[in-house]
């Protein structure tokens, strides 16, 4: 195997871990909580499209161009009409205009009406964001938001 090959194959092998690194937000940030956070004030036809430089984790533990409802694939949720907008969208575009060149991951996974005791481990909505987030390969956070 010549010094050709080698080089060549290192390349395609960096180019391939850059590729996949690339669709893995630079800062990821839990958004968790009840109603409030789930989003309950109405969206307006510009609230839709996608929110600049963040991304948020889907129901298969994909990272896809955040768009509101940012809680649509929320683990627990209640029903999708029920979902509109929340704290997560501002803080989002806030932060994407304080670090322009990092994007930004939301794990959004809020329950309206849900009790603080219900987010402890053992119990559903604490469970199952942490399989949701273990799914997705997700190890470190830059910050959890909590919102009643």
């Given at each position: 195997m010549g010094?050709?090959?080698?080089?060549?194959?290192?390349?395609l092998l960096?180019?391939?871990?850059?590729?996949?690194c690339a669709e893995r937000p630079d800062r990821v940030f839990l958004m968790i909580g009840q109603s409030n956070m789930?989003?309950?004030?109405?969206?307006?036809?510009t609230d839709e499209l996608p929110i600049e430089g963040v991304m948020l984790l889907d129901d298969?533990?994909?990272?896809?161009?955040a768009t509101n409802p940012l809680?649509?694939?929320a683990s627990d949720r209640k029903v999708i009409a029920m979902q509109r907008i929340g704290p997560a969208d501002g803080f989002a575009r806030q932060l994407h205009q304080y670090l322009?060149?990092?994007?930004?991951?939301?794990?959004?996974?809020?329950?309206?009406?849900?009790s603080i005791n219900e987010w402890v481990p053992g119990k559903?909505?604490?469970?199952?964001?942490?399989e949701r987030i273990r799914a997705a390969?997700?190890?470190?956070?830059?910050g959890v938001i909590w919102h009643q």
């Open positions: 010094r050709q090959t080698l080089t060549a194959g290192f390349c960096l180019l391939t871990s850059t590729a996949f789930a989003g309950r004030a109405a969206l307006e036809a298969k533990g994909q990272w896809i161009p809680n649509r694939f322009p060149r990092q994007s930004i991951g939301l794990v959004h996974n809020a329950r309206g009406g849900s559903p909505l604490y469970d199952h964001t942490l390969g997700i190890r470190r956070f830059h």
